[in-house]
């Protein structure tokens, strides 16, 4: 081969070389998310919230939340506090059981506030902010501040939790881990005096409940009606002893 065409040949390899490198080492465009942000893809991808996965989606509550941030249903955005497995795991037993189907959602609810919120934006809240949960009495609401830390203090009433972990923060959804199950005063602030206990179930002597069942006094007093049947016997009893005299 002449000289002039080896070194054609060595061009053009080097070229069909240097061009797949250098298309490699280009920097292609920014990968941006393909939809909304998913609620359920954020937990799952945390790896310690399947509790909450589970409650969100017995209660519908995930795809509702979902449905909202795909239709733009609130451009304010929202914001997710996330108990952790470990957090469901410390409630006593039978706590999410003890509850209704509207009180599971009232329950999710109240981890979910209707705003997106950035550490830095906790700072100016105004206090106390609702939440998703509604009863009786208006809206369920938690009290956050900030401190110095980067961190939040986040109170219901019955917990208060220091949050210093988002798993998300990009608008519109907000996602932060918390260590405990932000138990809403609304449904656990007044369950002791709501429930009386065993003994306080039970109606003591001389109680309303044993006017109502009974006259009162002891229990051996006798009933109205089987003492005047003793009075009608004892006056049969003497007319035939007088009769008989008389005879």
Known sequence: MAPTMRIAVAAA?????????ALAQAPGPVATPSG?????????????????????KSTQQDTQLNSQLNNSFNGNGYTVFAPTD?????????TLNSLTQQQQVSLVQGHVLPQFYTFDSFE?????????????????TLNITANSN????????VVEVTVNNAL????????YSVDKVL????????????APT???????????????????GSDDTEPTGAASARAVGWSVAGLAAVIGYLL
């Open 150 to 157: 980067n961190q939040l203090n986040v109170s219901t009433g």
């Open 13 to 21: 390899f080097l070229a069909m070389a240097v061009v797949p490198a």
């Open 36 to 56: 909304p942000p998913n609620v359920t893809a954020i937990l799952e991808k945390g790896g310690q919230y399947t509790t909450f996965i589970r409650l969100m």
């Open 198 to 216: 065993a003994s306080e179930g039970k109606p003591k002597k001389g109680s309303s409940s044993d006017a109502a069942s009974g006259p009162a």
């Open 124 to 140: 100016t809240a105004s206090n106390p902010i609702r939440t998703q949960a509604s009863g009786r009495d208006g809206p369920y």
């Open 86 to 94: 470990n957090a469901f795991n410390n409630l006593k037993p039978g």
């Open 183 to 194: 138990l809403p005063l609304e449904l656990f602030g007044n369950k002791a005096a709501a």
């Open 168 to 175: 998300s923060a990009v608008k519109p959804l907000a996602v």
